[in-house]
């Protein structure tokens, strides 16, 4: 193709809480003239700036220019849960437990993560933003217990290190009686993804990355010599393009009818007081995700990563379009406000300050779509609900190949089945949102 025209620029729903609890950033940068560089990076978030600091260290003189369509963290870098996971997580499983080669995608997901911890020393992000403590999925019936019970199995025969939480156990870590038991796995670091994500913008820009915002991309056109990335006020031409846009890779004509647009949804209680946090006992900070896949993902935070607030997600809705309803917002603020009370009932009632909607893209083979699509375009795409270290990879995959650099997280992605074509509409619309609807009700204790 010569030229990739963008159907549809991201549209954000509710505030990205994780962002706005950190405070004000400085003003955008708008990208207002056309400039020339080296490589262009569409897209601000774990694959688009892991893939410029990637290439930073690959090719030091090179210009580097990244441009995003919103504010950094504003996106789904800001509405995720913060989970960066090392082991098999494959959501679309009873118990997470993946289909194929376990050993090698952990030690993938170790290399993001380490790729990461590199990040946070060497641009000084503050460490609460990046902690190392590992999560429990918690079970709250005897269905969850046996999906916890099953995933330690299958990580028995990994070799990888676990402990199983009593009902004792889950009620002094969370405070809540809500949880009969809990498996506990030491290597996932628990993310302010905002924060981390602002430090990780930050110190590319002292290291002469330039990064654009507000200024969504309109278009991606071949010259004699280049690619053309196009906004509405200005231009960059480079050698070389980097696609982090996960799902609004298909609004680019890329993997259409392909990719499945879903989005989850959570909520952030207001600042809790001394009082409040006498109420709910347990630690100040702990991440808890459900034991079975359509659960609910329970947050625990303090002070030092944006106050002492609880994260509640849950919900799940197909909208290939792209765009959240009045009505989706509407119906998972009440599904998520009941489990909260139903969690917490010694605060239950408890003032939620944001309610939000984030974006995430899947395959159903749960493939990504990290290669170079045309001579030059690189994708660093389609994360299947696990951005935090998936798009670190595909950052780090599409940089190494883009840099024409050995690369065995690249030759990983490379080898990859395309991703398998979806049902014709509107018979998967329905068909997955019932599949959904219906998970998510089986899954309701949890």
């Not at 969370?174 to 905002?194: C, D, E, I, R």
């Not at 944001?354 to 290669?371: E, K, M, P, S």
């Amino acid at each position: 193709m010569n030229e990739y025209t963008a159907r549809r620029t991201p549209v954000q729903r509710g505030v990205a809480a994780w962002n706005a609890i950190l405070g004000p950033q400085p003003a955008a940068r708008v990208l207002d003239a056309n400039i020339v560089a080296d490589f262009c990076v569409v897209g601000a978030g774990f694959a688009g700036l892991s893939a410029a600091r990637r290439l930073r260290q690959l090719v030091p003189d090179a210009r580097i220019v990244v441009v995003e369509a919103g504010r950094v963290a504003e996106g789904a870098t800001g509405r995720n849960s913060g989970f960066m996971i090392d082991l098999p997580h494959d959501l679309a499983s009873e118990d997470y437990a993946g289909a194929g080669d376990d050993r090698q995608v952990t030690a993938l997901n170790r290399k993001a993560i380490g790729f990461a911890a590199q990040a946070v020393a060497e641009f000084g992000i503050k460490a609460d933003y990046f902690d190392p403590v590992g999560k429990v999925n918690g079970a709250a019936g005897d269905a969850g217990h046996g999906h916890n019970v099953s995933y330690a199995a299958h990580l028995a025969t990994l070799g990888e290190p676990h402990k199983m939480l009593d009902a004792q156990q889950m009620r002094e870590l969370t405070g809540s009686q809500h949880y009969v038991s809990g498996l506990f796995t030491p290597g996932t670091v628990m993310l302010q993804p905002a924060g981390y994500v602002r430090g990780l913008a930050g110190g590319l820009t002292a290291q002469g990355v330039d990064i654009y915002e507000n200024s969504p991309v309109i278009a991606i056109r071949k010259n004699d010599t280049s690619w053309e990335v196009v906004t509405a006020q200005g231009a960059v031409s480079a050698g070389k393009v980097i696609l982090g846009v996960n799902g609004h890779l298909e609004s680019f004509g890329v993997a259409k009818g392909r990719l499945m647009q879903l989005f989850l949804f959570a909520m952030m209680t207001k600042e809790l007081d001394a009082e409040t946090r006498v109420k709910l006992g347990g630690a100040d900070r702990w991440g808890l995700t459900p034991s079975d896949p359509m659960g609910t993902t329970m947050r625990r935070i303090d002070g030092g990563q944006g106050g002492h607030r609880i994260v509640t997600r849950t919900c799940a809705v197909l909208r290939p379009g792209m765009r959240v309803r009045d009505g989706d917002l509407a119906r998972a603020r009440r599904v998520m406000t009941r489990k909260f009370d139903q969690r917490f009932p010694q605060v239950k009632g408890l003032e939620m300050e944001h309610v939000w909607a984030g974006h995430l893209c899947l395959t159903l083979n749960g493939v990504a779509v990290a290669r170079e699509i045309e001579d030059g375009v690189f994708s660093a795409c389609v994360q299947n609900g696990l951005g935090t270290a998936r798009g670190t990879l595909t950052g780090i995959a599409a940089a190494e190949a883009a840099a024409e650099m050995p690369s065995e997280i690249a030759d990983f992605f490379a080898k990859e089945d395309p991703p398998k074509r979806l049902p014709p509409r509107p018979f998967s619309d329905i068909g997955a949102n019932a599949v959904l609807r219906w998970r998510e009700f089986k899954a309701r204790a949890e």
